[in-house]
């Protein structure tokens, strides 16, 4: 559809469609539901997949996994088909934020790694779908969610340009810088040599 001229209430509305699709916390919810206790006090705490991983229900990783990589693609694409690219843009950079810090868990919440390969793949899919072989090429080769995480968000900037999307450059340079600060810890734990691999508890 051609773009749309947002206006500052639809800038608002698109923020906030975005942030509350972003912020509903599957882990939490499917690992409770699931009587596998409070995700928040197992492992890392963190909400995402890997830590869900150690609850040693595969299943309910897996799917926490695709559930939040779906709220990121959901809000690109409402944001596309009703308002256009600057709207589908909004929507997916809070997306992000709203799993980052959903209001909902008193703004603690996850690193936002399958929300943002969930954004990347509505947003320009060859570029998402890069994205996810160079996390999973290097979580086969080191065990390593964070580093995964890192490298495919590092790549993504360049995979926007060389498959002609330019127009969401920018995005994923912001996702990218969100992403790394998000990894902070891992990152001081990955130069020391401390970081848990896959599947560790």
């Known amino acids: 559809m051609p773009d749309i001229t947002l206006t500052t209430s639809g800038l608002i509305l698109w923020a906030i469609t975005g942030y509350l699709l972003g912020s509903i916390p599957f882990?939490?919810?499917?690992?409770?539901?699931?009587?596998?206790?409070?995700?928040?006090?197992?492992?890392?705490?963190?909400?995402?997949?890997?830590?869900?991983?150690?609850?040693?229900?595969?299943?309910?990783?897996?799917?926490?996994?695709?559930?939040?990589?779906a709220k990121g693609a959901a809000a690109v694409l409402l944001g596309r088909a009703l308002a256009g690219e600057d709207a589908a843009q909004l929507a997916g950079l809070m997306a992000f934020v709203g799993h980052c810090i959903p209001v909902w868990l008193r703004f603690r919440g996850g690193k936002g790694v399958a929300t943002f390969l969930g954004i990347l793949l509505a947003l320009a899919w060859p570029v998402g779908l890069t994205c996810c072989a160079v996390w999973l090429l290097t979580a086969v080769l080191s065990r390593i969610s964070s580093l995964s995480a890192l490298i495919a968000a590092a790549s993504s900037s360049i995979w926007m340009v060389g498959f002609g999307y330019g127009e969401g450059f920018f995005l994923s340079v912001a996702l990218t810088l969100l992403v790394f600060l998000r990894h902070a810890g891992n990152i001081r734990r990955l130069r020391a040599g401390t970081e848990p691999k896959i599947g560790q508890k």
């Open 27 to 69: 882990g939490v919810l499917l690992t409770r539901a699931l009587g596998l206790g409070d995700l928040r006090q197992i492992g890392s705490g963190n909400i995402g997949a890997t830590n869900v991983l150690r609850t040693g229900n595969k299943g309910a990783a897996a799917t926490t996994l695709l559930l939040d990589g």
